[in-house]
């Protein structure tokens, strides 16, 4: 329904949204009759007279002002649901809830609560749902403990250290979310397995005391040669450990060691680029970042920032923003007198200017929002701008060091044990964990450095249960308690175990550098040399000839892809050549049959490649993706290519398909702000060929096609100006505008769904003024599917003074009654490649080219 409009059904019903109300109209207050008012996104601090509405239902009071809690509401005793989330309430007093006994859905989310009145208790019978995320509280809020019939809670993005055991022992609650506290008992990688697991977690607890585990995850970060396996094979043995340059790291390699009773996990991250696209799966919060820094190579200029210090100071902000970092100047030995202390300060001084830089666009961004003349369209934008505001990277002051001098790793490791003790900066670190967690974990490390384990550490889960069940102490662990460690330990970043992708669901990585061997495998430096360079004798073992190497080569070269036959050939050649020729058929799968092997179930699930059925123009023959349609996978037949858009070259192919850039093109831009990940075009590519038919890409453009009409996408990723660029042509008729821009919003969709997965990365999407030159752009309001994004049928540019039809600029569509029936309002949301939201239906959505088997 739209804003201010009143469904009359005897006038029970009332939507008031969206409508810049400062108190409630008399009109509405003189119905007593009435049963539902939505008063969401207004700019209401009291609501004063409310309780002559004694007959209310369903009140929703969302993103107001509401500092004090309305005491009226206690009158409104018949109350079902109640929604006050997204105000600024702090309190709320005793003697409210007591009247709400038939209160059955509570939202109360982003507010600034730390406790809950007694009272809440009296809606125990009645109250399923409850809300009480991104708020302050610091405990568990005990009144929550006696509503016995609480189906769904969330407590998301607290202050908790804790969670009540007797939370989990009814037997309502279906749904429960905690993520983003500082949870020690049960820890956050626990919680996030799920009501059982915590349950489980309680019962494993009940029969011992829990044991308190110290542990930190520590990545090292840095350019090339900054000294970062240096460092990290010093610290670990306690002297100084120069490491060959031959000897540079590939991939990632991690190690775990000991100091005091702090368990370290090492992550020595390699720094050549080619390896950045995988480092989105293996950068993760709540670890301590060693960002290393090479003070010989450092220059105090820009450039040299940018590359060793700045481009990593991005990443973090954007991946992890809240994360620790101790930057670490090396090769100090090499620096004249003075020049140490020159550099030192000159790096924490342009670090300090980049954070502060960030800071300042988020509250210009803010201020925009703010001063817009319809703020009420962006409050989502502008909530979400505010948490990012509220979170920041912590750097610590720089250390500088001479890694050839023992003395100065000790004062390293100083260093780094004093910060980890420090609550405040790290308060995860403590865990507490039923004894048997440790059991297994020190029982699969066991395991994993055992003699007959295989260098690649790939085990079958039923048999490394046999395996542990062996031992002592663990003659009772069960399948269920196994998974349950194993998800932990997979979270903490010890093992790998990808349960939620089909084909690795029965796989245990007990080396987790064994995925980056799988990565390197096609993610690599110098690719090309290494598909030359397959011998004669695997391309005879693989059927195929010099000259289809030639040919693959070539391939590869012009249009980044490989040919099912190239790839095993690839890999059968490079593991041989390691001495790891017995896994070659469980990671590329079993010929003749085609059964798809670990590998590619890998690399899809990271985004790293898309495998297509046609070299030429990708898969022409896919079903079409319409929005809203029920939508047929294709099944293609013939030989599978892959494509990896990381080797993308730019080509002049895309720009001829799609004829050039014209004024009249439905243009929209989604900027990035502080800039656009490394690997995200990429990734978006994969993920937007996954969803659309033919379609043409090259390094930094993809021309899509849907319902027969193309839609280009280019990325532009200049310092503080980077975006990505969606044109349509202008439609011939109005009634085509709607399925214009429901390819545009889908395709933002996209991009925003991938986007979620860096946290401080902020995607603004603008439509430019249509009139030649003008610099001007207007912002897209929030798309959360219930309002329209504008009113007006005409807008006006505020820089050129001319006037537009809306449809031109924003996705709004004409009105067309006569023409067409009435069509539901339209409602996008694209969860992942499982499942999409278009219109009104879902749409199970499989990768487009993807065979089944
Ligand atoms: N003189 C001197 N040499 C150092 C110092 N730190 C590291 N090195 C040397 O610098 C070279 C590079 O060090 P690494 O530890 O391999 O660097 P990295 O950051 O791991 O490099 P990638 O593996 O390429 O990412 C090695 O030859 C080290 O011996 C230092 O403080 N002084």
Redesign the pocket.
């Known amino acids: 329904m739209r804003p201010g409009q009143e469904q009359e059904e005897g006038l029970r019903e009332v939507t008031l949204s969206t409508q810049r109300l400062r108190v409630l109209p008399s009109a509405v207050l003189s119905n007593p009759t009435l049963e539902s008012l939505d008063l969401d996104r207004n700019k209401l601090k009291h609501i004063t007279g409310i309780s002559k509405l004694c007959n209310l239902k369903k009140l929703i009071l969302s993103k107001n002002e509401i500092v004090d809690f309305p005491d009226e509401i206690q009158s409104l005793v018949y109350l079902e649901k109640l929604e006050l989330n997204q105000n600024q309430i702090r309190v709320i007093p005793e003697g409210i809830f007591s009247h709400l006994s038939r209160l059955k859905h509570l939202r109360l989310n982003n507010n600034r609560l730390c406790a809950l009145p007694r009272d809440l208790a009296a809606c125990q019978g009645s109250l399923q749902y409850l809300n009480l995320s991104n708020n302050l509280f610091r405990t568990f809020p005990q009144p929550v403990l006696q509503l016995t019939n609480l189906q769904e809670l969330h407590v998301q993005n607290n202050a908790l250290r804790q969670l009540p055991k007797e939370l989990f022992q009814g037997q309502s609650l279906k749904m429960f979310k905690a993520n983003g506290n500082p949870l020690k008992e049960p820890p956050s990688e626990v919680c996030a397995g799920g009501l059982q697991q915590i349950l489980n977690y309680f019962t494993q607890l009940q029969d011992c005391s829990g044991q308190e585990d110290r542990r930190v995850k520590t990545m090292?970060l840095?350019?090339?040669?900054?000294?970062?396996?240096?460092?990290?094979?010093s610290l670990k043995q306690g002297q100084t450990k120069?490491?060959?340059?031959e000897?540079?790291?590939?991939g990632i390699e991690i190690s775990e060691f000991r100091i005091e009773d702090f368990t370290f996990l090492f992550w020595?991250?390699?720094?050549?680029l080619e390896y950045y696209m995988t480092h989105h799966v293996f950068i993760t919060p709540q670890a301590l970042v060693i960002l290393?820094i090479?003070l010989?190579m450092y220059q105090t200029n820009d450039d040299t920032f940018k590359d060793l210090v700045g481009f990593w100071i991005n990443n973090l902000s954007m991946r992890v923003p809240n994360s620790v970092v101790l930057p670490v100047g090396?090769?100090?030995?090499?620096c004249q007198e003075g020049e140490v202390e020159e550099k030192r300060r000159d790096i924490m001084f342009k670090i300090t200017a980049m954070l502060e830089e960030r800071k300042s666009n988020l509250s210009h961004f803010i201020n925009n929002l703010e001063d817009s003349e319809e703020p009420e369209f962006y409050v989502d934008q502008w909530e979400r701008l505010k948490e990012m505001e509220n979170c920041t990277l912590t750097i610590l002051n720089l250390v500088p060091?001479?890694?050839?001098d023992h003395r100065?790793i000790k004062k390293l490791e100083a260093i780094i044990l004093e910060h980890v003790k420090n609550e405040e900066l790290f308060p995860e670190v403590v865990r507490v964990l039923p004894p048997v967690y440790r059991q297994v974990e020190a029982a699969i490390v066991d395991v994993a450095q055992s003699e007959e384990m295989a260098d690649h550490g790939m085990m079958d889960l039923q048999y490394l249960l046999s395996k542990l069940s062996h031992r002592e102490h663990l003659a009772n662990l069960g399948r269920e308690l196994l998974q349950d460690i194993l998800r932990y330990l997979h979270r903490i970043g010890l093992i790998i175990w990808y349960e939620e992708i089909k084909h690795l669901e029965n796989t245990v990585f007990l080396q987790p550098t064994f995925l980056i061997t799988m990565f390197k495998l096609l993610v690599r430096y110098r690719l090309v040399q290494q598909l030359e360079s397959i011998s004669v004798d695997t391309l005879i073992g693989e059927h195929s000839t010099i000259r289809d190497r030639s040919n693959w080569v070539w391939t590869f070269k012009s249009k980044a892809m490989l040919c099912h036959r190239a790839v095993r050939a690839l890999v059968k050649y490079q593991l041989y050549s390691k001495g790891m020729q017995d896994i070659f058929e469980e990671i590329m799968g079993h010929e003749p049959h085609g059964r798809r092997g670990k590998l590619f179930s890998l690399l899809e699930h990271f985004e790293i490649c898309l495998e297509v059925r046609k070299a030429e123009a990708l898969n022409p023959e896919a079903s079409e993706f319409v929005p809203g349609k029920p939508w047929e996978t294709a099944r293609g037949h013939g030989e599978s290519w892959y494509l990896f858009p990381t080797y993308l070259n730019q080509t002049e192919e895309v720009s001829e398909v799609w004829g050039g850039d014209h004024p009249e093109d439905l243009h929209i831009r989604a900027y990035f702000s502080p800039e656009i990940p490394e690997g995200f075009f990429q990734r978006f590519l994969v993920k937007a060929c996954s969803f659309y038919s033919t379609h043409w890409v090259a390094k930094v453009t993809c021309l899509l096609i849907c319902n027969g009409k193309p839609l280009l996408i280019k990325e532009n990723n200049q310092r503080a100006y980077s975006y990505l660029e969606l044109r349509c042509r202008k439609p011939a008729e109005r009634m085509e505008f709607r399925s214009a821009w429901d390819f545009l919003i889908a395709i933002v969709f996209i991009s925003q769904k991938l986007s979620e997965q860096w946290p401080g990365l902020h995607v603004c999407v603008k439509t430019p003024c249509r009139t030649a030159g003008c610099p001007a752009e207007l912002m897209w309001p929030d798309m959360d599917g219930k309002n329209i994004v504008t009113k007006e049928e005409v807008k006006t540019c505020g820089t050129c003074g001319h006037r537009f039809r809306a449809e031109l600029l924003l996705p709004r569509v004409p009105e067309q009654p006569e023409a067409l029936p009435a069509q539901p309002p339209v409602h996008y949301y694209v969860t992942s490649y499982g499942t999409a939201t278009f219109g009104p239906s879902h749409v199970h959505v499989n990768r487009q080219n993807i065979s089944s088997e």
């Open positions: 090292f840095g350019a090339s040669l900054a000294g970062k396996s240096t460092i990290c094979k120069l490491v060959p340059e000897e540079r790291t590939v020595d991250f390699a720094g050549q290393v090479n010989h090396t090769h100090t030995d090499c060091i001479n890694c050839t100065d």
